[in-house]
């Protein structure tokens, strides 16, 4: 599990697709949207957003499905 990330750090995550990497836009700490898909980020359980490098395309990710590369 990954903590303490911070804008711009390079992660790496998988996706259906194979491993793919990306950096750190922002931490999220409330309910935010990204993908189409709604993430319940808080302040106790905040949640990442990231930015992929292949794509451009922005996603929220719990700590624990990033690496820091």
């Given at each position: 599990?990954?903590?303490?990330?911070?804008?711009?750090?390079h992660v790496?995550?998988?996706?259906?697709?194979?491993?793919?990497?990306?950096?750190?836009?922002?931490?999220?700490?409330?309910?935010?949207?990204?993908?189409?898909?709604?993430?319940?980020?808080?302040?106790?359980?905040?949640?990442?957003?990231?930015?992929?490098?292949?794509?451009?395309?922005?996603?929220?990710?719990?700590?624990?499905?990033?690496?820091?590369?």
């Amino acid at each position: 599990m990954t903590k303490d990330l911070k804008a711009g750090d390079h992660v790496k995550w998988d996706t259906p697709q194979g491993e793919t990497t990306g950096k750190v836009v922002k931490k999220e700490t409330g309910t935010t949207k990204a993908g189409g898909h709604t993430a319940k980020a808080s302040k106790d359980d905040p949640q990442y957003r990231v930015k992929s490098d292949k794509s451009g395309k922005e996603a929220v990710h719990k700590p624990d499905a990033l690496k820091k590369k």
